[in-house]
């Protein structure tokens, strides 16, 4: 009987421990309610044809209660707008590219671009990586011209295509 009281007892103790003010302060702190911060891009990238010299533009804004840091990737590299004077990020997270540079052996604007969003008290969000700069191609046969932004297919045996290199 003395062994069933000391376990009631002990018992007893322990809830009272659990129940006291000090461990209901603590247990609601781990507990506390987070309301939900919606965030999402309300305009994403998309493949776009530039063409050499002219600006390109890449579309990229985010939605959020807190305002969000944007940032772009380059083939997977977080680019440095501060580095290149043809690039900029605009306030809405968009990144213009001034003046688009494309040679035979020149090609630093051409790739697969990405949106980064961030906000430091919630997380980071990713664009899908495919928002590509192509240069625009221009193809000569005969006195015709036709622009491709991947390759150009001629069935016949007449014609002959070439790329403009110009």
């Known amino acids: ?41 309300s305009v994403e990238p998309v493949d776009t044809l530039a063409v050499r010299g002219a600006p390109a533009l890449l579309n990229c804004s985010a939605h959020s209660d807190t305002p969000a840091r944007v940032e772009w990737k380059k083939d997977g590299t977080f680019l440095n707008p501060a580095t290149d004077d043809r690039r900029q990020l605009l306030p809405d997270g968009s990144l ?20 980064v969003a961030t906000i430091d008290t919630l997380g980071t969000i990713s664009s899908a990586p495919c928002a590509s700069l192509w240069p625009e191609r221009r193809i000569r046969a005969g006195s015709q011209m036709a622009e491709s932004h991947r390759r150009a297919v001629l069935v016949g045996q007449e014609s002959q295509w070439a790329e403009d290199t110009e």
Not at 5 to 15: I, Q, T, V
Not at 18 to 34: E, I, N, Q, T, W
Not at 96 to 115: A, F, R, W
Request: charged residues 20%; positive net charge.
């Open 96 to 115: 213009l590219i001034t003046n688009v540079v494309h040679s035979k052996h020149n090609k630093p604007d051409e790739g697969v671009y990405q949106c």
């Open 1 to 41: 009987m003395a062994e069933r009281g000391a376990r009631l007892l002990l018992s007893l103790s322990c809830l009272t421990f659990l129940y006291s003010p000090a461990a209901a302060r603590h247990a609601d702190k781990g507990s506390a309610v987070r309301h939900f911060t919606p965030f999402w891009f």
